[in-house]
T-cell receptor, first 112, second 111 residues
């Protein structure tokens, strides 16, 4: 079965608002969690990642929250902008190397 | 800048035919991966490799073979292409610092 799940396939947010994307995982052994951004006909690129020894990581407008007991992590984008419109993929992995399991992706649309 | 180049970028193949997708990276990374993306499934790992001349099965290896003749090159081979293998295929590379760098993808249509 799918080890990483994104339950909401799409989200629309007004410009300037907060975008919240969610991801659930099944494997207790996952210790690495990441968010990738993908534009149409382009490569996924890493946005932000976190190891399981922290609950939160911030990078500019991006924050990842990790809830290990709930097997859940989320991406918060503050001051959302139209250029944030893209598909966001959550991913999780175990140990070194990057044999990641990905969610199905969620389409974020930021409307002006 | 890290670079992963896939060829071809798109291909139409006949059912039962042989298809080879090629990937070349200039990142000096040890790890390379092949993923496929289907609508409603996200990215799923087909094969991966940690070192030249060695490949490992991923989550959905059936119907696919992989070849890693050198650190820079990683191929995905469909010996007998089937309609169900119509998808977008992504090659990727990484080192042990976890960030994965993806190619732009190959759109394969099997008819």
């Amino acid at each position: 079965g799918q080890q990483v799940k994104q339950s909401s396939p799409s989200l629309t947010v007004q410009e300037g608002g907060i975008s919240i994307l969610n991801c659930d995982y099944e494997n207790d052994m996952f210790d690495y969690f990441a968010w990738y951004k993908k534009y149409p006909d382009n490569s996924p690129t890493l946005l932000i990642s976190v190891r399981s020894n922290v609950d939160k990581r911030e990078d500019g407008r991006l924050t990842v929250f990790l809830n290990k007991s709930g097997k859940h992590f989320s991406l918060h984008i503050t001051a959302s902008q139209p250029e944030d419109t893209a598909v966001y993929l959550c991913a999780a992995g175990q140990g070194t190397g990057s044999k990641l399991s990905f969610g199905k992706g969620a389409k974020l649309t930021v409307s002006p | 800048e890290a670079a992963v180049t896939q060829s071809p970028r798109s291909k139409v193949a006949v059912t039962g035919g042989k298809v080879t997708l090629s990937c070349h990276q200039t990142n000096n990374h040890d790890y390379m991966y092949w993923y496929r993306q289907d609508t409603g499934h996200g990215l799923r790992l087909i094969h991966y490799s940690y070192v030249a001349d060695s490949t490992e099965k991923g989550d959905i290896p059936d119907g696919y073979k992989a070849s890693r003749p050198s650190q820079e090159n990683f191929s995905l081979i469909l010996e007998l292409a089937s309609l169900s293998q119509t998808a977008v295929y992504f090659c990727a590379s990484s080192d042990d610092r976890e960030e994965v760098f993806f190619g732009k993808g190959t759109r394969l249509t099997v008819v």
